[in-house]
């Protein structure tokens, strides 16, 4: 007597199935990956212009301020509230909000692009500017330019041992109160559209970085002053005043690609030459 095993035959359409629904998965990923939104874009982390007209009531440091939405360039901090920063954008020379008409004019990173990109953001770890300059920077100095009646800013470079090699310093004293530093890049086979940013104080606790391209540097006052009141103008009732000149107090270079304590070599101190780092009599 034998016993006879039963035999199960797989439908055909499974194999074929099996197949069609792997090579379906894969190209739902495919286009996910290359044509779907990023983790930024659903986050709203990733920049994305707005041409509405409404404010936003948002606290940065110790100031409060009404953003209109057409200046920002981030969705997640639209949401108002207490924010760490708030990335804003706007056309030279009267800082135009964004509009769909120009949009393309944001989205410029040309040599001549007429964009400003600007932030509000908390305080952070920052050194006074004549500090800076006293401690940090006279170490790299390679060469000065003193202002002239004519020319009211001090040139620096950098020796090419620094971190900063390749950039100019030019620095404005007032009258009272810390000085302008507006650090620039110079065109070089790597960098091509060059730019100039400055990071200044607007109290206690908030800070306000720019940058624009480096051929509006000619222009820096102008900006300056123009940037500074706008955003002035933004803030609340309730802030404690401060004065018109609040942009120059407490003045800082924007250090977020290069840190104070490993910028450069420290033997170049030795081949600084003199320079002016204090406020001309």
């Known amino acids: 007597m034998s016993n006879t095993d039963d035999v199960h ?140 009646p004519e020319n009211p800013l001090e040139h620096y470079t950098f020796v090419d041992t620094s971190g900063y090699r390749d950039q100019d310093l030019f620095v404005f004293w007032p009258e009272a109160g810390e000085p302008l530093l507006l650090m620039c890049f110079r065109e070089t086979g790597v960098i091509v559209n060059p730019s100039c940013s400055r990071t200044l104080s607007l109290s206690d606790g908030t800070m306000l970085t720019y940058r624009y391209k480096r051929p509006y540097q000619t222009k820096w006052r102008e900006i300056d002053n123009m940037l500074v009141a706008l955003v002035r103008s933004w803030e609340a009732k309730a802030n404690k005043a401060i004065g018109q000149m609040g942009s120059l107090d407490d003045t800082a270079l924007d250090l977020d690609e290069n840190s104070l304590e490993d910028v450069g070599s420290k033997d170049a101190s030795l081949n600084s030459p003199v320079i002016l780092t204090s406020a001309p009599k």
């Open 9 to 148: 035959e797989r439908p055909a359409w499974l194999l074929p199935a099996i197949v069609g629904g792997a090579v379906l998965i894969l190209s739902v990923f495919f286009l996910y990956y290359y044509f779907g939104p990023t983790t930024g874009e659903i986050l709203g982390t990733d920049p994305e212009a707005s041409t509405s007209t409404h404010t936003i009531e948002t606290t940065i440091g110790d100031l409060t301020f009404n953003v209109p939405v057409n200046y920002t360039r981030i969705p997640a901090q639209r949401s108002g509230g207490k924010q760490k920063e708030i990335a804003l954008h706007a056309l030279l020379m009267d800082l135009t909000p964004f509009t769909a008409e120009k949009k393309h004019l944001f989205d410029s990173n040309e040599a001549d692009a007429n964009v400003v990109h600007f932030r509000i953001h908390e305080r952070g770890k920052t050194l006074p500017a004549t500090r800076r300059l006293d401690s940090i920077y006279v170490r790299y100095f390679e060469s000065a330019t003193q202002a002239t």
